[in-house]
């Protein structure tokens, strides 16, 4: 962001509490996307895709394990204990970390704009995610929006 004092600390784990995490994100800029592909449906991931400095893994790194499919672009991180997908590196954005708005402690979802994503044809509407990000970035600002 351009300016770190218009960013919002947030704190979120997985079930167990084995693994926690600190996100940054301004919920006046940063947007969620709720993708229709099969595997957010089944994990009920929400999706907000913040960049590296903006992430902080505060515990429980030896309790994650990673799951890949497809192009194995995508890591799909996950708590070995309770299974919970907190956070992971998305094949849309590699760079970056996609925290599931679901895992941050307190309900704050709606703080955040909410739009749909429809990963069931991922090729064909990819470019939104990534022509989303771009406009942002022109602007001085990260992640996606």
């Known amino acids: 962001m351009t300016e770190t004092n218009r960013l919002n600390t947030y704190e979120g784990g997985c079930h167990c509490g084995a693994v926690r995490f600190r996100v940054l994100a301004n919920p006046e800029q940063d947007q969620v996307s709720d993708c229709n592909c099969s595997?957010?449906?089944k994990k009920g991931f929400l999706h907000l895709i913040v960049p590296p400095e903006q992430f902080t893994?505060?515990?429980g790194e030896e309790m994650l394990t990673t799951y890949t499919f497809?192009?194995?672009v995508a890591k799909h991180?996950?708590?070995?204990?309770c299974g919970i997908h907190g956070f992971y590196r998305p094949r849309s954005h590699p760079h970056m970390i996609d925290v599931n708005v679901r895992c941050l402690d307190e309900n704050v979802l709606s703080q955040f704009r909410v739009v749909p994503f429809d990963?069931?044809?991922w090729e064909e509407n990819i470019h939104s995610l990534r022509s989303a990000e771009e406009v942002i970035e022109g602007q001085g600002v990260k992640g996606k929006g």
């Open 39 to 41: 595997m957010c449906r």
């Open 57 to 59: 893994l505060v515990s």
């Open 70 to 72: 497809n192009t194995g």
């Open 77 to 81: 991180t996950f708590c070995k204990i």
């Open 119 to 121: 990963g069931v044809n």
